[in-house]
């Protein structure tokens, strides 16, 4: 067992007001610890000293172990194209304290450090995955994170009690404007939240992204006059990062009064220019994720992904949540949940939005397991391909959560509320009550 053990330090005798704390886990072919020093000065200082001089940078420089707990020992590796033989595996759990001196307040250059060529090709770990970034506050101190927040979100929809009703204009794609308003109109009238563009829809010749903005930012206005309610057009605005302060821009003069990113798409470092231009919310899709978090021993866990979207200003966040169909376990839904809402420094809470599948159904269990209603869902077809149109849709919803208010089952209570009636048809077989 060979290794320098500059790389160890005691986490109590340091300033950690300099570091970040970084939580990996990976496996070895070779002893743990040798790993692990390998891994601090790849992704840190690596060559640490010029030749014929005197000198050493890893003391200032270097990242630091912490913590090393070795879990187990493994009979194969988790990923065993990527090993061609081996005689021993480690499977180990590590701390490792990163001199925030290396790159400063740039999320681009935080994540070239923990999750670049360093970590990912050090000698002897084959896998390794990200579990968790730690910030200091005085590193938090130097961003701005969501300008509005779940407290904000709520003065913006004028909504207090409740989880949020966002819904995914459907069709998303091949609709023109105008068809495509009268939907997200319809929802309004029916008491929806908020109205949004999918992500796939972008500036296209058959929707053109000032043309669509317009049509429904004035239809918005409408159908606030009409229902007296709060009525929020969320348009996506993902694009090349040079053309997003230009479609900002335009789709708040036309009305669009929260706009959305694909943040991994368009990379962190765009949306936190955004945030730092825009005087509207910011919601983030989590789109180019699932390649990064899905593998279990590899990758970066998506916990992380979500701290780093409200870190750089997303007001609120949209992820896989329960359901078959978004193949992500209960427990990694609900630590999602809690990072976009526990205390972060100065750094304000973003709204947590699980999605996946949802209708008037899925409010009760969510806010039972959530335990609050900080919150938000975003079905598409509940809404939009709803028997009755996407007004009813949008009744469906609020019907759902006066029986989760009132204790009574959805069954009992959609005997007098017909679209709730119809809701449940649509989503479990049963026949309507009627």
Same mark, same amino acid.
């Given at each position: 067992?060979?290794?320098?053990?500059?790389?160890?330090?005691?986490?109590?005798?340091?300033?950690?007001?300099?570091?970040?704390?970084?939580?990996?886990?990976?496996?070895?072919?070779?002893?743990?610890?040798?790993?692990?020093?390998?891994?601090?000065?790849?992704?840190?200082?690596?060559?640490w000293k010029r030749v014929g001089v005197d000198e050493d940078?890893?003391?200032?420089?270097?990242?630091?172990?912490?913590?090393?707990?070795?879990?187990?020992?493994?009979?194969?590796?988790?990923?065993?194209?990527?090993?061609?033989?081996?005689?021993?595996?480690?499977?180990?759990?590590?701390?490792?304290?990163?001199?925030?001196?290396?790159?400063?307040?740039?999320?681009?250059?935080?994540?070239?450090?923990?999750?670049?060529?360093?970590?990912?090709?050090?000698?002897?770990?084959?896998?390794?995955?990200?579990?968790?970034?730690?910030?200091?506050?005085?590193?938090?101190?130097?961003?701005?994170?969501?300008?509005?927040?779940?407290?904000? *979100?709520?003065?913006? /929809?004028?909504?207090? +009690? =409740?989880?949020?009703? $966002?819904?995914? &204009?459907?069709?998303?794609? %091949?609709?023109?404007?105008?068809?495509?308003?009268?939907?997200?109109?319809?929802?309004?009238?029916?008491?929806?939240?908020?109205?949004?563009?999918?992500?796939?829809?972008?500036?296209?010749?058959?929707?053109?992204?000032?043309?669509?903005?317009?049509?429904?930012?004035?239809?918005?206005?409408?159908?606030?006059?009409?229902?007296?309610?709060?009525?929020?057009? *969320?348009?996506?605005? /993902?694009?090349?990062? +040079? =053309?997003?302060?230009? $479609?900002?821009? &335009?789709?708040?003069?036309? %009305?669009?009064?929260?706009?959305?990113?694909?943040?991994?798409?368009?990379?962190?470092?765009?949306?936190?220019?955004?945030?730092?231009?825009?005087?509207?919310?910011?919601?983030?899709?989590?789109?180019?994720?699932?390649?990064?978090?899905?593998?279990?021993?590899?990758?970066?866990?998506?916990?992380?992904?979500?701290?780093?979207?409200?870190?750089?200003?997303?007001?609120?966040?949209?992820?896989?949540?329960?359901?078959?169909?978004?193949?992500?376990?209960? &427990?990694?839904?609900?630590?999602?949940?809690?990072?976009?809402?526990?205390?972060?420094?100065?750094?304000?809470?973003?709204?947590?939005?699980?999605?996946?599948?949802?209708?008037?159904?899925?409010?009760?269990?969510?806010s039972k397991r959530v335990g609050h209603t900080d919150f938000?869902?975003?079905?598409?077809?509940?809404?939009?391909?709803?028997?009755?149109?996407?007004?009813?849709?949008?009744?469906?919803?609020?019907?759902?959560?006066?029986?989760?208010?009132?204790?009574?089952?959805?069954?009992?209570?959609?005997?007098?509320h017909f679209e709730l009636a119809q809701a449940i048809q649509?989503?479990?077989?049963?026949?309507?009550?009627?």
């Amino acid at each position: 067992m060979s290794y320098d053990k500059i790389y160890y330090q005691d986490w109590e005798k340091m300033d950690q007001e300099k570091y970040l704390i970084l939580d990996y886990y990976f496996e070895s072919t070779i002893d743990p610890h040798e790993a692990a020093a390998h891994l601090c000065q790849e992704q840190s200082t690596a060559q640490w000293k010029r030749v014929g001089v005197d000198e050493d940078l890893r003391p200032e420089f270097a990242s630091k172990i912490i913590d090393l707990q070795v879990e187990r020992e493994l009979e194969t590796p988790s990923l065993p194209f990527q090993i061609d033989k081996w005689e021993k595996l480690w499977g180990t759990r590590l701390k490792i304290a990163y001199p925030i001196a290396n790159f400063g307040p740039r999320i681009p250059n935080m994540l070239t450090a923990v999750g670049g060529e360093g970590a990912y090709y050090s000698p002897g770990i084959y896998t390794i995955k990200l579990h968790d970034i730690i910030f200091p506050d005085s590193y938090l101190d130097q961003f701005e994170g969501p300008k509005f927040g779940v407290e904000g *979100l709520r003065k913006w /929809t004028n909504v207090f +009690d =409740r989880p949020l009703f $966002l819904g995914v &204009i459907k069709p998303n794609i %091949g609709l023109a404007p105008e068809p495509f308003g009268d939907l997200a109109y319809q929802s309004w009238l029916g008491g929806l939240d908020i109205a949004k563009d999918d992500e796939l829809l972008c500036d296209t010749e058959w929707s053109p992204f000032a043309e669509r903005t317009k049509v429904l930012g004035k239809l918005r206005a409408q159908a606030e006059q009409k229902t007296g309610k709060r009525c929020v057009y *969320l348009a996506n605005i /993902t694009d090349e990062v +040079d =053309r997003m302060i230009e $479609l900002h821009d &335009i789709g708040v003069k036309n %009305g669009a009064d929260m706009l959305m990113i694909n943040a991994m798409c368009t990379g962190l470092s765009g949306v936190r220019m955004v945030r730092k231009h825009t005087e509207v919310p910011l919601v983030a899709h989590f789109d180019f994720i699932a390649p990064l978090v899905k593998a279990p021993y590899y990758g970066i866990h998506s916990r992380v992904i979500t701290k780093l979207q409200r870190l750089s200003g997303c007001d609120m966040i949209i992820f896989p949540g329960l359901g078959s169909r978004m193949k992500t376990p209960e &427990i990694e839904v609900f630590e999602n949940v809690n990072t976009c809402l526990d205390p972060m420094g100065p750094i304000k809470p973003s709204l947590p939005v699980p999605a996946g599948s949802q209708w008037a159904g899925s409010l009760g269990p969510l806010s039972k397991r959530v335990g609050h209603t900080d919150f938000a869902i975003v079905p598409g077809r509940a809404v939009f391909s709803h028997p009755g149109g996407p007004a009813s849709g949008a009744k469906s919803l609020h019907q759902g959560w006066e029986a989760v208010e009132k204790g009574v089952s959805l069954e009992e209570y959609a005997k007098e509320h017909f679209e709730l009636a119809q809701a449940i048809q649509q989503f479990t077989g049963k026949e309507k009550v009627k």
